[in-house]
């Protein structure tokens, strides 16, 4: 697995993250042994970027990869854990700091990356006047990168990028949505210095599903050996 310096951190990320938000469920409930394979297969093959949230699952998402990391010992320095401030149900200052100390409790005091979650322009500004400048500033002060996931369009990409030095910048990218982000967001992102995280690289699955035939003749054929050696 190919790892990279992730923006001006200290840390190296593999390629590819794995992101938590979608384990197999049963009944709407974390089905924590298909959960628990899948994230052994990926750290064991080189994968150690892990993006959770607060609320994933009802909450058992954080529970989870802490437990998870915490019981497989040898992943734990390796592993780089991202989660998210709950930007919706903060209403005052003191609020931010009840949901981190929440959440590194879930995660057995495993966050690496912290981020403001689904940041549009109001919720931005309503952030802004809470004082979550001063909330992002201690926890820079306690060695722990932040950064935020956004929700909104590009010209608000801009003015939210320019509002703090940003350690991180996560966003929606595929073939099919480009208003969130685009080639130019993501450049000026990584001038900053910032370390870009694409997240619904295929749209919730919804890209690799239902493919036409010939597509999917296509890509099978290129999957082959023969197709491989040829360079296809």
Do not use: C
Request: hydrophobic share 40%; aromatic share 10%; no cysteine.
């Amino acid at each position: 697995m190919i790892r990279r310096k992730l923006g001006s951190t200290d840390i190296s990320t593999s390629i590819l993250g794995i992101g938590v938000m979608r384990f197999p469920e049963v009944n709407g409930r974390l089905e924590r042994g298909s959960a628990a394979k899948i994230m052994d297969f990926a750290l064991k093959n080189g994968i150690n970027y892990i993006d959770t949230g607060y609320t994933y699952h009802g909450g058992e998402s954080e529970v989870f990869v802490g437990e998870f990391l915490s019981e497989k010992g040898d992943y734990m320095d390796d592993a780089v854990v991202a989660t998210k401030l709950p930007t919706w149900l903060v209403n005052r200052r003191k609020d931010m700091d009840m949901y981190f100390e929440e959440q590194m409790n879930r995660l057995r005091g495993k966050i690496d990356i912290y981020l403001l979650h689904n940041l549009k322009k109001d919720s931005w500004l309503t952030l802004k006047d809470m004082g979550v400048l001063d909330f992002l500033d201690s926890l820079r002060d306690d060695g722990i990168y932040v950064g935020f996931s956004f929700h909104d369009t590009a010209d608000v990409f801009f003015e939210i990028a320019d509002s703090y030095r940003w350690d991180v910048i996560q966003v929606q990218h595929n073939i099919v949505d480009d208003h969130q982000a685009n080639p130019a967001t993501l450049a000026y992102a990584r001038g900053l210095g910032a370390g870009t995280v694409i997240m619904e690289p295929l749209r919730g699955g919804s890209l690799v599903r239902n493919i036409p035939q010939e597509v999917r003749e296509i890509y099978e054929m290129a999957r082959t050996p023969e197709s491989l050696w040829s360079g296809v």
